[in-house]
Every structure is written in C-alpha cells, then in structure tokens.
C-alpha cells in the first residue's frame, strides 16, 4: 500500500520567508509524528498528533514553528520568518497508534539562503 | 548525556561479514525499541521493533534488547553491499508515561559493506 508522503521533496528559501511543508499519513493510521534532521543534531522530535487530542508540541524550538493536522489526516508543518538555522530535512511519520512502529516519508529537505 | 548513544561509526565491513550494531540508552521507561535503516537522501526505513527482552529474528536481522544493562543490539548475518547505510536505534516509553510515543534517536552508525 501506499506509505507516507511529504511535499516538497526539496525547498528552498530566503531567510525571513514563511515556509509550508505538507504530510500525508498512510491511511489509517491515527498518529502522525513530524521529526527534523540535521547534521550535528541527528534525529529529533517535534511535535506528534493522536487522534482528537490535544498534539504534544513540546518538540517545537521556537514559537516561529507550528503545526497542524486536519481531518485526522494530512498535516502541514509551517515555519514562520525562516533562519538559517531552520535548515534542515524534515520527516514526517506516521503510526497505528501511541507508542507503536512508526513509519517515515522521505522528508523535505530545507534550505534557507 | 543524551538518552541514547550510538556510536557513530563509521563501520566498514567486508561482504559476508556479521555486523554487531549497538546502542545504550540511560532512562529505564524506555521500553519499545526500534532499528531503522536510512539511505542517503531518504527517510529512515524500519527494520526491527521489539517490546521485551531477549532476541527477534527476521530473516539476516536479528534485534537483541538487554533491559538490565540498558542495551541494545542489531546483528547483521551474511552483510551485502546492498546493506550500506545509516542504522539508526530509537527507542520510546511505555504506554502512560509522558509524552510516550515520541521516539528518542541514537546519532546513528554508517555501515559500509564492501565487495
């Protein structure tokens, strides 16, 4: 079956630019996870949706990312005012629930000029 | 500290060759444990998930979790060259502890698998 999808697969852009990175879970799954990788700080979690719950956001670095799920479904990660800091891939995955195996997209890779 | 440490690598093995991959992790909540693989420029693949102590097998793959020593293993029998990658260990709490489910990532380990 399908797996999960993420576009763009590659974005670029000037810093102080808002960003939109989009999720599509594998169907079915109620837990979607969006986690980011970089170089020096490996993989790390950013905020995870389950259900009709309240999403744990206690991964997010700043107030400048947020992220939200609609329809228990596609999800869409926005990053406000970009820094170069904010380069980085971001994956996206998704679960059939808490603490089970999750599944990964192929990320989008972020660069900020 | 971080809550998993990996050795980063890298490994650079001959085909045919067991692979003994390894991470530990400091926090007893953990109890799922996974081991992804990751292809350059691509999302992390998942490879083995285990709940308990003891060995999983599956196929060339075998994931050993030690809960006394904090331990985790990934042994790779019969190495191929198309096994050259990141693996990656992650680990997650059990159910009812905070903010369970979010998974907590060793650095990662490179495998090179030669001809």
């Known amino acids: 079956g399908a797996g999960v999808s993420q576009s763009p697969s590659n974005k670029v852009t000037e810093k102080g630019k808002d960003v939109e990175l989009r999720c599509d879970p594998i169907?079915?799954?109620?837990?979607l996870y969006w986690y980011r990788q970089s170089l020096g700080q490996g993989l790390e979690f950013l905020i995870y949706?389950?259900?009709?719950?309240?999403?744990?956001k206690s991964g997010l670095p700043s107030d400048r990312f947020s992220a939200e799920r609609t329809g228990g479904s596609v999800s869409t990660l926005t990053i406000q005012r970009t820094q170069q800091e904010d380069s980085a891939v971001y994956l996206c995955a998704s679960s059939p629930g808490r603490a089970r195996e999750q599944y990964f997209g192929p990320g989008t890779r972020l660069t900020v000029t | 500290q971080k809550e998993v440490e990996q050795d980063p690598g890298p490994l650079s093995v001959p085909e045919g060759a067991i692979v003994s991959l390894n991470c530990t992790y400091s926090n007893s909540a953990f109890q799922y444990f996974m081991w992804y693989r990751q292809y350059s420029r691509k999302g992390p693949e998942l490879l083995m998930y285990?709940?308990?102590?003891g060995n999983k097998e599956d196929g060339r793959f075998t994931a050993q979790v030690d809960k006394s020593s904090k331990y985790i293993s990934l042994f790779i029998r019969d190495s191929q060259p198309s096994d050259s990658a990141t693996y990656l260990c992650a680990t997650t709490l059990n159910a009812g502890g905070t903010s369970y489910g979010k998974l907590t990532f060793g650095q990662g380990t490179i495998l090179t698998v030669h001809p």
């Open positions: 285990t709940y308990s102590s």
């Open positions: 169907s079915g799954h109620t837990a």
């Open positions: 949706f389950q259900g009709n719950s309240a999403p744990d």
